[in-house]
């Protein structure tokens, strides 16, 4: 799930209201909560994102209810985009809703993964993407403040009294910000909104059931939707499984462990390879080197922009999965080698852009308001230093880009107790050793639907790798989207099929493509997610 605090995050102009709000004279009466509503049919006509006109996509808004318990009151819009089934309508297999993560992502590009499903199984759909509501395209769009992040932030670790205080008003400032910007749409970016407008999508599509694909965040949304409408699960795809009974505090520090032993096997690779980048022949001594060079930032920041933070978060996706290694690396190198903060600069991105934090502030905004978050700072304290103290890479990084939760302006709910006993059979995927989603998560929602089956990317490190180019995971994905097949389920607590992960790439070989169409276009559209 979505964890970059540097470039992803950055400047806002507030809540993008305005056109897209379709208010409706309130009634004398307060309304009572109804099971349903129906949404108007989605007017379609054409998108504009390159990658959707060049496939003849079909873009338009799906109108709902701000408040499901209000259905006649205030509305918003919803973007969303279609790519229809490109197999004969005998051969046509409904449609197949994606998301990919966050929260906070936006999904409108996402239809493309369509084609990368192998032997032309992704044919058989119309393959429909969606901003969420409050992101991207949808209107309005949740962004709260401007100037949030930047260039050269106070430390991340609160080695003194200063740096604590600092990050805690700061943190504060951004909720608060938020509140002001939001207005009412914060006290609708729960989950089960955005499940909520899955249902009507589906309604709205004229579906009697749903295909999903889902990243990330989005197999929570997919457990949510799956729990609550059984009956209307067709084929549902999970990558990168979030543990449900982890929501979200709990969540976040389990992921601070992991990423800290995926930078380690990142320093290792970086060791193997001494003769490109000349770190370190040691997965210490490149570690080392990485730790030697962030304290040295506090006092000379790269460029003058580039300090301990902004080094931090450009390290960060190494974590996540293998792809750009090398850029890194090449970054990581250039720096320490030559004083070249070029590299570093790229990869951080630049600051400041109107609505840059939209990503960020949805992520907030659904996260602090699933569940309520501890609000005493002793507990944040007493977790977040115990885990620093073996595993520093992201510990303090995370703690600070969740704090705004503490003050949060909505008021926060229950999660949904996830159950799957009543969902037809439905695939999991992850690697073992994932990140931003734990394996241990996987196992957990394998428990939860008792007709799922699990593959697993032996000790990978790549979080949502699913359809780069790994026939044993790709096949077994375009098998089950085809016919429905699925491996057996074995017995025990464990994966039902073992596959290779996706490879650690080889600088030495000049260009390394996944032997899948779109699968560069594929990372792009699904990008870095916490």
Known sequence: MRRILAATIAASV??????????????????????????????????TRPSLVSRGAQCGFLVVPLDYAKPGGTKIKIAVSRINHKSTDAEYQGVMLTNPGG????????????ESVPGGAGDYYDW??????????????????????GYNRPFYVPVTKKLEKTWLAKAKGYAQACDRAGGALLDHLKTTDT?????????????????????SYGTYLGQVYATKYPDR????????????????????????IQFDKNMDVYFAWIAKYDAV?????????????YYKTLYELIKAPAAGKIGPDEWNDVFVSAGYY??????????????????????????????????SDNGYAVYLGVQCTDVQWPTKWSKWQRDNWKIHAKYPFITWNNAWYNAPCRNWGAKAG???????????????????????????????????????????????????GSLSGIACTDDTIAAYLATGALPDRVRGNRSDKQCEPVPQPNPAVATMKANTTGADELRAEIGPRR
């Open 14 to 47: 507030g809540l993008l209201v305005g056109a897209g709000v379709i208010p409706v004279t309130a009634s004398a009466k307060p309304a009572k909560p109804v099971a349903g509503y129906t949404p108007p049919p989605i007017d379609w006509g054409a998108c």
């Open 233 to 256: 699960v067709r084929r549902f795809v999970f990558d990168g499984v979030v543990n449900p009974e982890r929501v979200w505090y709990d969540a976040n520090l389990d992921q601070d």
């Open 414 to 464: 229950k999660p949904v107790d996830v159950n799957g006993a009543k969902t037809p059979p439905i695939l999991l995927i992850s690697e073992t050793l994932d990140a931003a989603t734990p394996y241990a998560g996987a196992l957990a929602v394998r428990k939860e639907f008792p007709r799922s089956v699990l593959i697993e990317g032996v000790g990978g490190t790549t979080h949502s």
């Open 277 to 289: 980048y000349h770190l370190g022949t040691t997965a210490k001594s490149v570690k080392q080197k």
């Open 103 to 114: 929260p906070g992502g936006s999904g409108l590009g996402l239809p493309v993964i369509g």
């Open 195 to 215: 499940v909520a407008d899955m249902e009507s999508l589906r309604k709205a599509l004229g579906a009697h059931k749903i295909n999903y694909y889902g990243f």
């Open 322 to 355: 293998v792809y750009g290694w090398e850029d890194v690396a090449s970054a990581f190198a250039a720096w320490v080698n030559d004083r070249d903060a070029a590299p570093l600069l790229d990869l951080y991105g630049v600051p400041g852009a109107p609505g």
């Open 128 to 149: 429909i993407g969606f901003d969420p509501r409050g992101v991207g395209s949808s209107v309005p769009a949740l962004t709260c403040d401007p100037n949030y992040t």
